[in-house]
């Protein structure tokens, strides 16, 4: 079975340019998550989903900052201007249920020059 | 707001060695899991314990839920180079009705072949 798959993988940008990251859960979960980890700050929660409503965006760092989730099968973190402090790698993770158990996605590591 | 513990920091060992790490928390959680993280890769879930005092085995890996529900520690033992990563334990508080995970900052394995 496919696991979350998010994409890129990798994105190098400037300052200023428009990042948008995609999730894709697994089928079935009914809940998704956007994380953020650092070296500093370690794994900081930015929003999540349940049921494709945003429950909680208060980790969204700040406007520039938005993610939405059209459907069940997919979801996207947009980032408009992108600054240095960005960077970091952006962890899409699903849940069947409100039980805590996670599924993380490979990542997506942001870098902006 | 709510934060977790983790201990050590990071662990440099020989193979063979046992391994302990711990994590506890200010407040109550209904769950206590165990996640590693392989380099490049996202966090997988090694163990969930569900009950106060539950202790959990998964092959090498121990895991208990502390009896105050506050704390948890998780054991390796006879490790094996595999081992390496980072081990993150986080908490869930069921009744937020939500899937929220409290993470802690991590305890990163290295372990000498």
């Known amino acids: 079975d496919a696991g979350v798959i998010q994409s890129p993988r990798h994105e190098v940008t400037e300052m200023g340019q428009e990042v948008t990251l995609r999730c894709k859960p697994i089928s079935g979960h009914n809940s998704l998550f956007w994380y953020r980890q650092t070296m500093m700050r370690g794994l900081e929660l930015l929003i999540y989903?349940?049921?494709?409503?945003?429950?909680?965006d208060s980790g969204m760092p700040e406007d520039r900052f938005s993610a939405k989730m059209p459907n069940a099968s997919f979801s996207t973190l947009k980032i408009q201007p992108s600054e240095p402090r960005d960077s970091a790698v952006y962890f899409c993770a699903s849940s069947p249920g409100l039980t805590g158990e996670l599924f993380f996605g490979e990542g997506s590591r942001l870098t902006v020059l | 707001g709510q934060q977790l513990n983790q201990s050590p920091q990071s662990m440099f060992i020989q193979e063979g060695e046992d391994v302990s790490m711990n994590c506890t928390s200010s407040s109550i959680f209904n769950t206590w899991l165990w996640y590693k993280q392989d380099p490049g890769e996202g966090p997988v879930l090694l163990i969930a314990l569900y009950k106060a005092g539950e202790l959990t085995s998964n092959g090498r890996l121990t895991a208990q839920f502390g009896i105050t529900r506050k704390d948890s520690f998780l054991n390796i033992s006879a490790s094996i180079p595999s081992d390496v990563g980072i081990y993150f334990c986080?908490?869930?508080?069921?009744?937020?009705?939500?899937?929220?995970?409290?993470f802690g900052q991590g305890t990163t394995l290295q372990v000498k072949p």
């Open positions: 986080a908490g869930h508080l069921s009744s937020s009705n939500t899937g929220k995970l409290i």
């Open positions: 989903f349940n049921n494709n409503v945003p429950i909680d």
